[in-house]
């Protein structure tokens, strides 16, 4: 039980960013956090902040933030969007890049995010799976330290802001079929296969579905011609869709809510009128609405073949 409570070896890492490869050797006498995360994870995303906050705030102090990329989808193995992710977020601390899920194991993680905090001794003293308790993971990284001080000033925008709560009443939902739910075009789904799709009369809420020629496989829908469209009927603040292009060419794409443009309604990834441009893999926040949120119909129509869909998300 004793080995099980001390920080495991960093070693399965198959490569790693801002800093050379580290051990719990090399960590001794310095307290450590460990945080677990993949790019697309809507969760992820919103605890970056605090992530990032604590990083900078208690470096000094002697601590240590180690982010763990260990990806969910077959795109997120590619170390380029990985870079591109520590880059867009401002990530300054040691990435480790866990494509064969070792590191992972070897924490026994199930989650993301993930925190494990590491005491100077290299004991893991907490943890913590998913959103949310900031303060009070800030106090554990204060004790480990040793100081007391005033937390940190954190504010999230963009995909980064804490989701709304009190309306959030849509589920993240998968749309490949292998965790897939609440398929509404009419006719069966064909799994692997090639097939043309249309949008049925009426969504239920939380109820997707697809229209033109689309490919569902196992962790994600591929579109095969250009003018194929998702819908999803959604009650929350703001949706957010996973996608990627699947090739090298940018991906056009246009975003209606309740059958016309969003407005003020827009999402960061798109523009009033609903424009966007798919042009590599990662989360598309959609919609954000401004105003009372409601029950909505959010439909996203792809100009050109070649666009995968991954999950649907929501804050």
């Known amino acids: ?18 800093s050379a490869p580290l051990t719990p050797a090399e960590l001794h006498g310095q307290v450590v956090l460990v945080d677990f995360w993949t790019l697309t994870c ?8 605090y992530i990032r906050g604590w990083a900078q705030a208690y470096r000094n102090d002697g601590l240590v933030v180690i982010g763990v990329h260990t990806p969910e989808f077959s795109f997120e193995h590619e170390i380029e969007r990985v870079a591109e992710a520590t880059t867009q977020r401002g990530i300054d601390y040691p990435v480790a890049i866990d494509n064969q899920y070792e590191v992972w194991s070897a924490f026994a993680n199930h989650y993301w995010p993930a925190l494990y905090f590491v005491d100077a001794d290299g004991i893991i003293r907490d943890h913590h799976f998913g959103e949310g308790r900031y303060e009070q993971s800030e106090r554990v990284v ?15 925008v963009g995909v980064e802001a804490e989701a709304d709560w009190d309306q959030l009443n849509s589920p ?12 509404a075009s009419p006719g069966r789904a064909a799994l692997d296969e090639r097939r043309t799709y249309q949008l049925p009369e009426r969504l239920v809420l939380n109820h997707w579905a697809l229209s033109g020629e689309w490919t569902i496989g196992s962790e994600k829908v591929v579109l095969a011609q250009a003018g194929g469209s998702i819908a999803f ?3 929350a603040r703001d949706a957010h869709l996973v996608l990627s292009p699947g090739g090298d060419e940018p991906i056009p794409f246009r975003v209606l809510l309740d059958g016309a443009a969003p407005g003020q309604s827009h999402g960061v990834d798109i523009d009033p009128d609903g424009n966007g441009l798919l042009r590599n893999g990662r989360l598309y926040q959609l919609v954000r609405q401004y105003d ?5 119909t959010l439909e996203i129509t792809f100009l050109e073949p070649g666009a995968a869909a991954y999950v649907f998300t929501f804050g």
């Open 42 to 49: 809507i969760n992820w995303l919103r605890t970056e902040p």
């Open 233 to 235: 009927r959604f009650q």
């Open 172 to 183: 993240e939902t998968y749309l490949g079929y292998s965790r897939g739910e609440h398929f």
């Open 292 to 296: 009372a949120v409601r029950e909505r």
């Open 1 to 18: 039980m004793a080995d099980r409570l001390h920080m495991p070896s960093l070693a399965g890492a198959t490569g790693w960013l801002n």
């Open 142 to 156: 204060q004790r480990l330290l040793g100081i007391d001080r005033e937390p940190v000033s954190v504010e999230g």
